[in-house]
């Protein structure tokens, strides 16, 4: 059902014709919201821009959490990189400025852009499960191609040098660091974030806006995970060999080169952008079998990390020397 909104003066008349004896409690909840508001369009853009700082904020504590224990440095992927308290807040500081300033204006105009296109927002009951599901499958697979191609392009030395550069001021990033990145930086690949409703919305016209807000949850958990730093045996890329995960991640912050995709594997292995990782990942897996003792398997791991790192060091630096009419690869 399209949403008819704008034509409404009262919020109570959007639930005239409902039935709430046949709604759910989360169902209930949602058209409180709204009737307490009494205006869809600011019931939706102050939900939809609360819901993006809760749980983003929100997943960034178990890290930081976790940061501060000596426990869990055995799963962290760069051990000798744990961030400080002082570079948590200098990170969260421009996060927020991000927020405000660049996905604040982002979050309040999609929804009137979506509906447009034929979005529901405040409608109860919301489409089944079996409805949902698939949407937000194919919102994945959307932003990871999109993602590629847009962080792939984002190496490209002027693009680089003054744009992306920000997003690599970490070699070993950390929960809060996803979002930290220049403010075009976040506007392009927020691109691909929202691009996938967008176009669902313009050739389908039946998504209801509660898919998003899942879509939204799950990217944010992926990309608040994927800079966490850690790899712990339950962690999802073990469970999904295709998911990316921080493993993955890590090492093109840590390596400068390769894994430009976010949820999966996919994109890098199809375009050969992994080649480096699935080295250095053979090394270490060649390591683990070498019988070594623990205090020579963290020697030789250090060694390796700091030469992965050497190496993306002179990469940033080509990249950043870049010239116009000169070639540069990026994988």
């Known amino acids: 059902m399209n949403s ?12 005239a014709n409902v039935d709430f004896s046949q709604l759910n409690w989360f169902e209930l909840q949602w058209a409180s919201w709204y009737m307490w508001i009494g205006n869809p369009v600011i019931a939706t853009g102050l939900m939809s821009f609360l819901l993006h700082e809760i749980v983003y904020f929100g997943r960034c504590v178990p890290w930081i959490i976790i940061d501060a224990m000596p426990y869990f440095n055995k799963w962290k992927l760069q051990p000798n990189k744990v961030p400080s308290p002082q570079e948590q807040w200098e990170c969260t500081k421009l996060v927020l400025y991000s927020h405000f300033t660049i996905e604040l204006p982002m979050i309040w105009f999609f929804h009137p852009m979506a509906e447009a296109f034929g979005m529901s927002t405040w ?3 919301f489409p089944s499960w079996t409805t949902l599901l698939p949407q937000v499958a194919l919102f994945f697979v ?6 590629f191609f847009a962080h792939q392009a984002l190496h ?3 693009l680089y040098k003054h744009i992306h550069k920000i997003h690599h001021k970490y070699s070993a990033p950390f929960g809060l660091a ?3 990145a220049h403010p075009a930086e976040v506007a392009i690949l927020g691109t691909g974030t929202i691009g996938g409703p967008l176009l669902y919305c313009a050739f389908r016209h039946d998504l209801h806006i509660v898919a998003v807000y899942i879509w939204i949850t799950l990217r944010l958990f992926q990309a608040v995970d994927a800079h966490s730093g850690y790899d712990f045996p339950w962690s999802l890329q073990h469970i999904l060999p295709f998911w990316s995960g ?8 840590m390596a400068f080169v390769n894994n430009f995709s976010t949820s999966f ?5 199809l375009f050969g952008t992994d080649d480096r990782y699935r080295a250095y990942r053979a090394r270490v897996k060649a390591m683990k079998k070498a019988n070594m003792t623990s205090e020579e398997f963290a020697a030789m791991e250090k060694k390796m990390l700091a030469e992965a790192e050497a190496e993306g060091l002179k990469a940033e630096a080509a990249a950043e020397a870049y010239q116009y009419g000169s070639k540069q690869k990026t994988s």
């Open 4 to 15: 008819t909104a704008p034509v409404y003066h009262s919020a109570e008349l959007l639930y």
């Open 178 to 180: 996803a979002e930290y």
């Open 142 to 147: 959307f932003e990871d191609v999109f993602h």
């Open 156 to 158: 490209w030395g002027p």
């Open 265 to 269: 594997r996919w994109c890098d292995w």
């Open 123 to 125: 409608e109860v009951p």
């Open 246 to 253: 921080a493993e993955h991640h890590d090492f093109h912050h």
